[in-house]
């Protein structure tokens, strides 16, 4: 067997031996700042990182580290608190194991979520941008030779995003009062903020939000022919007419996330309800 579908077996038996016997309905990710909707689910069952066979650990400001099993909206799901990024110098196939371990685990629709700038002006602090599309200036996960107990070796990207999803959130979102952005979400090696040259560059070859995640995930889960719903909470404006004295902060992005992730949450809930 592939070593790397060992691994993926070896970790997905792990967490059933820890949650039980379950199917979930949906998978989730969790981005900097927005692991509150962990709080959310009911029964959980909590599994950390480092305890999981080779699942590497969150360093990430905002990303707690834990695996978790349990209901939300009235269905089965798993979630991650916290994901992994290539800036923390994990290699692709770590980056994204556990969307793997996932569709091993069983699910059928994947959630994503992540903190992003805003290139759009249209875009302000504390907005939810739905994802329609992507462009990935990261190393593609795919690369190597292909796994083909999960996909096809050229899977189509035609619909990253499950427009039957995109369409569902629209209508949950009229229905409880949230006014949802949508756009394209552009994804660099970080893990330095971007140049205000390069906010302009990622405007002008249509990107709306820019971060360091999502996409490889995105990518995998499609290779999985798995349907894929992202949520970017706009945590800053990445504009290129900075005063002078402006500073990007970290923290400042992790707690812009906090405040708007109450609108995320309510979003996930209700879709996944609805599923």
Not at 3 to 14: L, N
Not at 52 to 67: D, Q
Not at 250 to 260: N, Y
């Amino acid at each position: 067997m592939d070593e790397r579908v060992k691994k993926i077996y070896e970790a997905a038996e792990y967490i059933k031996g820890k949650i039980g016997d379950v199917k979930p309905l949906a998978g989730i990710v969790l981005g900097s700042g927005l692991g509150k909707l962990a709080e959310l689910i009911e029964d959980p069952i909590i599994v950390p990182y480092r305890e999981i066979p080779h699942f590497p650990t969150s360093t990430a400001v905002g990303h707690k580290g834990n695996f978790i099993s349990g209901r939300l909206g009235g269905k089965q799901v798993v979630a991650m608190q916290g994901r992994f990024h290539y800036y923390e110098g994990y290699t692709m196939e770590y980056v994204t194991l556990p969307i793997r371990v996932m569709k091993v685990l069983g699910i059928d629709y994947l959630f994503v979520s992540n903190a992003a700038g805003g290139v759009n002006y249209d875009f302000k602090v504390g907005d939810l941008m739905v994802i329609n599309d992507h462009i990935n200036l990261l190393p593609n996960p795919l690369i190597g030779p292909n796994m083909e107990e999960f996909g096809t070796r050229f899977p189509d990207m035609t619909h990253p995003y499950s427009p039957k999803l995109c369409e569902m959130a629209n209508e949950i979102a009229s229905e409880v009062g949230i006014a949802l952005k949508k756009g394209t979400y552009l994804a660099s090696t970080g893990p330095t903020y971007e140049t205000p040259a390069e906010y302009k560059y990622f405007r002008t070859i249509g990107a709306d939000a820019v971060g360091m995640s999502t996409i490889p995930e995105v990518i995998v889960a499609r290779h999985c022919s798995i349907p894929v719903f992202g949520v970017s909470v706009i945590t800053n404006e990445a504009h290129d007419d900075y005063a002078p004295d402006y500073v990007n902060d970290g923290d400042d992005v992790v707690r812009a996330a906090d405040e708007a992730a109450d609108k995320m949450c309510l979003l996930f809930t209700k879709m996944i309800g609805r599923l």
